[in-house]
């Protein structure tokens, strides 16, 4: 669904000023919020290009940001200068999406979630046994930044709004590209598109790509903000689940579709649910639940001037 | 040392063919990547656990009424939510499971806590030459076994179980049939929960049960349907003595933790080569 209406962006350009402005209007707590929101609308984004455009239910998100994590967090503690260190895991990343991409590709449905499932895994397990490179079980600490907080907080919430910066950029391209109209066609009907001239394994590719670039500088950015890396966190198959959780919520396959569900979830996630700790997991499920019997196609695919009828009329 | 490695890994298998039958069983016949039979296999250990400490019942003994519990869960979870959506693609379905088992998790790690728990039976070793069994593990292997059985008895020679099989073969066909649907599909997710909670009550005399075991029960029961194939009793067999023997075998080399790895490896190995698993058959996919 291509939307030219232009109000939308002006929207998103406010959304993005007012989290770029935290520092100067809000405490420090706010301010990682704010960071946070931004890390996970990028998250949700790359998520949408595989999951929402293509629609091939992709676990392997939380697979990237474990890679890209410890990639940088290595690459840190060896002595490269942490930015360059990001970039490197951004290509690791990369090259590990690409390689897996042309394997697990080949599979559908459930068996392609699985195998992205078992991607999760296999990270964790590596992780967790290769402990001369990764620390193993106690996991891997990672030079904090010099600068006292605040500043270091204001680099890491500029870092993560430039970084949704250009996966929203990304996502307009894609979604106004051949390469959109191809994913699209995939996820309707896979041997149709391939039957009409799609590159159907190529478009795949691409879009599992573009879903781990990201994730990949995110991972690294993510592991140089909190210092320590551990392999149960960094491959959190409840992660990439979040990510799933906040397309859908927000609407897949649409340009703002998660940049609006990862801001509900977080700021619900942060409002409400931060109050009750121990139920922190069953009322993410209960979303969940919800989410699927009552908003199946997410927030920005209900049409709400019919809805206010309806109960007016 | 082999003979003992090779025993231990076919004591192992048993079980796992227990843990992934069920599994199996839902995915081949409803389509449905079922997030929460980690958690009713945890569910099964616990019930069995507390009424051994608390009333002093056999593991064995408790072992019918639990399953039967779950079999009641399993049956309501799909007649009220998963049959609205069973007919939606895959990520819609597995997020609705996933959802539900977070749900049932975190209720559990409430209730229960997260200690470990173990029912000890104490009831001996036999020795075997060089090779030790010990009474409880055998037993375990026996029930899981004959349970594994009970079920494939159930599907060849019961009007439920062809009916299961039917609607897996062609559900519109089983339709017009005369088949409700529905009622089959609940009654198979009732029985995966069955065959979960029966396999949590023999889990929980050799294993300390804990919820942190959800994923690795599940990440067992995804790699044991693609070793053996789909939906079948005998590909489950196989694929979970295969993996018994796999981890035993390759955790004695390269130790355990590298053994859950391999595991994974040779799954993704066998996605690719061989998607329909060791028995599985043509358009199971």
Not at chain 1, 84 to 99: E, K, P, R, T
Not at chain 1, 297 to 306: E, F, I, Q, T
Not at chain 2, 69 to 77: D, E, N, S
Request: charged content about 10%; glycine content about 12%; some cysteine.
């Amino acid at each position: 669904m291509r939307t030219n209406r232009i109000w939308p962006y002006f929207l998103l350009a406010a959304w993005i000023l007012l989290l770029a402005a935290s520092p100067f209007l809000a405490n420090n707590y706010l301010m990682k919020i704010a960071t946070y929101i931004a890390m996970f609308a990028a998250i949700a984004m790359s998520w949408n290009f595989i999951g929402g455009y293509a629609g091939y239910p992709s676990f392997a998100t939380a697979a990237f940001v474990g890679l890209g994590s410890y990639s940088g967090a290595i690459l840190q503690n060896a002595g490269l200068p942490m930015f360059l260190a990001w970039g490197a895991a951004a290509v690791i990343v990369v090259v590990f999406s690409a390689s897996i991409g042309l394997i697990i590709l080949r599979m559908k449905g459930h068996y392609f979630a699985i195998g992205s499932i078992a991607l999760v895994d296999i990270g964790s397990h590596t992780a967790s046994s290769w402990s001369s490179l990764t620390g193993g079980g106690e996991g891997l600490n990672v030079k904090i930044m010099q600068g006292g907080p605040e500043l270091v907080g204001m680099i890491f919430l500029y870092t993560m709004l430039a970084i949704m910066l250009l996966a929203f950029i990304t996502t307009v391209i894609v979604d106004r590209s051949k390469l959109g109209f191809g994913l699209r066609c995939i996820q309707q009907n896979e041997d149709a598109a391939d039957m009409l001239g799609i590159n159907v394994m190529l478009y795949k590719n691409i879009a599992f790509i573009l879903s781990s670039v990201f994730c990949g500088i995110i991972g690294a950015a993510y592991a140089s903000w909190v210092a320590y890396i551990s392999p149960l966190d960094s491959f959190s198959i409840l992660l990439t689940l979040k990510a799933a959780v906040m397309v859908l919520l927000g609407g897949a396959g649409t340009v703002f579709g998660p940049i609006v569900g990862s801001a509900a979830l977080v700021i619900f996630e942060e409002t409400i649910w931060s109050r009750f700790l121990s139920l922190h997991q069953g009322i993410l499920g209960l979303v969940i639940v919800l989410l699927i019997f009552f908003l199946p196609n997410g927030l920005l695919k209900v049409d709400w001037s019919k809805l206010w009828a309806k109960k007016n009329g | 040392m082999l003979d003992q490695i090779i025993l231990n890994g076919l004591m192992l298998g048993a079980i796992y063919a227990c843990i992934a039958v069920g599994f199996s069983l839902v995915w081949g016949v409803l389509n449905v990547i079922n997030m929460l039979h980690g958690g009713f296999i945890i569910l099964g250990g616990y019930l069995t656990f507390f009424s051994w400490l608390h009333f002093g019942i056999h593991p064995f003994v408790s072992l019918f009424p639990v399953a039967m519990l779950l079999f009641g869960l399993g049956y309501v979870l799909q007649r009220t939510l998963i049959n609205q959506v069973v007919s939606k693609p895959v990520l819609t379905t597995l997020t609705l499971t996933f959802g539900l088992e977070m749900i049932l998790y975190n209720t559990m790690n409430l209730l229960f806590t997260a200690t470990p728990r173990r029912v000890a039976l104490d009831m001996g070793v036999l020795n075997l030459g060089d090779m030790l069994l010990p009474y409880d593990r055998v037993a375990s292997m026996v029930l899981a076994l004959s349970l594994t059985g009970l079920l494939f008895l159930t599907m060849r020679k019961s009007k439920i179980g062809r009916a299961i099989v039917a609607v897996r073969m062609d559900k519109d066909a089983a339709s017009l049939m005369g088949i409700n649907v529905p009622q089959i599909y609940a009654i198979t997710f009732g029985i995966g929960a069955f065959m979960a909670g029966a396999c949590g009550a023999i889990v929980a005399v050799i294993f300390p049960i804990s919820t942190s075991l959800t994923g690795v029960f599940l990440g067992k029961a995804f790699v044991i349907c693609v070793i053996g194939g789909l939906g079948t009793v005998p590909g489950a067999l196989v694929g979970g003595l295969a993996l018994g023997l796999i981890e035993s075998i390759t955790g004695f080399w390269f130790g355990p933790q590298n053994a859950i790895l391999i595991g994974f490896v040779l799954m993704l190995v066998l996605l690719v080569v061989r998607p329909t698993g060791l028995l599985g058959r043509k358009g199971y996919e």
